[in-house]
């Protein structure tokens, strides 16, 4: 029995990937092909999002994501993103790995470092803190940054009405989000795998199947 549950879906110990990188840059596209890759290879996996991954962080999304609560203050954000990021570590992603289910997840940590830390200039520590306790300092086995230039990755993936409301201020944001991504991976390039987003589909998979594979050992 036990033998034969391993050849349908072999369980992996604690294997939580991440896939990050400013609007556009194909993050979701690419965890969604990782997904089927692995379970056509028999393992077990969790594909998730944040904000978002449960009802309340779903909830916490519409929120956050609403432009019509202009009023929204930089910590309060930030506290935001924090709050159903808890929610989800504790609900689905931990258990989930303690089941020995791969976890992959479209955004985490970084998110708040690169949006809240670089991008709208708040304290580093301040984040790093807060998402330590939201965490359980729960962190990814590997982070896969899509990165892409803030220009081709808005002209690529939002609708024209959204991409003809940009002004250079807001360019300027992503700008700053980008940097403070390949900061991050600077830091611990160890833990990381940075991609030209500008590479095909099929390219970037490839690559990241591979880099996964060989963590995985599949
Ligand atoms: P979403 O529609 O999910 O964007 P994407 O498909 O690019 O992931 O919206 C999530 C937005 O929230 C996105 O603009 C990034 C932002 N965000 C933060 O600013 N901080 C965070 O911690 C997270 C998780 C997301």
Redo the contacts with the bound molecule.
Sequence with gaps: MDRFWLQCSKEVAHIFIVFEGV?GSGK?TQLNLLDKYLIQKGIKTLAT???GGTPVGEKIREL??DPSYTEIMDRTEALL?AAARAQLVAQVIRPRLEQGTVVLC??YID??LA??GYGRGMDLPFLSKINELASGGLAPNLTVLLDLSPEEGLARSRKEKIADRLESQSLTFYHKVRRGYLELAQRKPELYLVLDARQNTEQLHQVICARIGGIIGV
């Design positions: 609007d979701s999002r944040e904000p956050l994501l993103y479209d955004r998110s708040t949006y809240q």
